[in-house]
């Protein structure tokens, strides 16, 4: 079904070649995780949860890839958190940005932004990422990306921002220089992370930031590592790691 969805969106100009390619990476990745969303990846959806609560101006970026994966589920989070989307393309053009926010309107998205009214530049960043809207991602305390590449993330934080991203590489750059990564599948993650906002919009600021500050990304992201390769130590039946 994911596939389909993405194939869909190729036809319809939503997603181009290349975001095909990444899918592709990210199944391979799944597949090594058990397509299941993991204990360590629960644990960061819970801290993103709680940093997009304590944030004054959080933006949700929206590629293709995500739009033609979980475009529905993007606007239910951004509705429930009350931030709008945002459009950020690698691969940017006129007509594809045009195309994906009717998409996210049409799925009742209220404010989609796209960076043609009030363009605004990302600091050292060449690529066409680099172009976003000035009351959005610019403008934004905390920024929620996924399936994005390693550059802009490193320019996020450089911003002064935070950034949660999701993304099935525990190695990729993106992973590595975000403020909380969950490793984990869009299509799983995003309905869960709008679940547990809602769930802990009941708690005080301070219980907010303790989780936030009792996560930490780098040993997060290692126990996503040690989870692959203790599943792969299990089915290859060598519990123990071969000498060479
Ligand atoms: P980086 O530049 O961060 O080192 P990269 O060059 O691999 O990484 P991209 O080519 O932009 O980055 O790939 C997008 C990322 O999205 C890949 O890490 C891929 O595993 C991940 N990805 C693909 N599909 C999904 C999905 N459905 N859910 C979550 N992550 C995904
Ligand atoms: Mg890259």
Redesign the pocket.
Known sequence: MERERIVKGLTSGIVVPEGLL??G??EA?DYLLGEETTPVAMEAIKAAAALLLLSRRPVISVNG?AAA?VGEELVRLSRELGAPLEVNLFYRSADRIRRIKEHLLSLGAEEVLTAEEDLVEVPGLESARRLVSRRGIYSADTVLV?????DRTEKLVAMGKKVIA????PL???ARAATITIVD???RCIPLLRERVAEMRRLSREELDSIVRGFDNQRNLRESIALISKRLARLSGYEEPLSD
């Open positions: 990444a899918h990476r990210g990745l890839n994966l996924m399936m994005e590449d390693g999701v993304d099935l590489n990729s750059r993106t599948n869009v299509t």
